[in-house]
């Protein structure tokens, strides 16, 4: 497959032209992902680790061990990297996928509050803006 500087695609068969905002906000999206994906696995191992950053709400509705999240974060930060690495590499499964882990870390970090209040904010924002990144309209035509 070549490509030029317009965003046309050159395949076997056909050709095929992608918007260039909608290219541009999937490599955002990826970015995002994937530096998303790293913290939160540096997020899980520091929870499973008990580090004393993190606060304790007593008698929240979605208690949980910190331990617990740990590994809840640590497994879903893995998948959100490899996703957002396969983004890069062009995968269409990814953008799927991609949706729907940013979907699971916005649950995740909504009942994870407690414990880390502004950071859990911020990734529930990155989080709805992958979502809206991989979801935008893409204009596709095949010759």
């Given at each position: 497959m070549a490509s030029n500087v317009s965003g046309?695609?050159?395949?076997?068969?056909?050709?095929?032209?992608?918007?260039?905002?909608?290219?541009?906000?999937?490599?955002?999206?990826?970015?995002?992902?994937?530096?998303?994906?790293i913290m939160a696995i540096f997020q899980g191992i520091a929870a499973i680790a008990e580090d004393d950053v993190f606060v304790s709400t007593r008698n929240f509705t979605y208690e949980f061990s910190l331990t617990g999240w740990g590994w809840v974060h640590l497994?879903?930060?893995?998948?959100?990297?490899?996703?957002?690495?396969?983004?890069?590499?062009g995968a269409t499964w990814a953008r799927?996928?991609?949706?729907?882990?940013?979907?699971?870390s916005m649950i995740a970090n909504f009942v994870w509050l407690p414990y880390y209040p502004v950071w859990s904010i911020v990734l529930i924002i990155i989080d709805g803006f992958i979502i809206w990144a991989l979801c935008a309209p893409r204009r596709e035509s095949r010759a």
């Open positions: 046309t695609r050159h395949h076997g068969t056909g050709t095929r032209a992608e918007s260039t905002w909608a290219t541009s906000w999937t490599v955002a999206a990826a970015v995002l992902m994937t530096f998303g994906g497994i879903l930060g893995a998948l959100v990297t490899a996703a957002g690495i396969a983004l890069f590499q799927m996928v991609g949706v729907a882990l940013a979907g699971l």
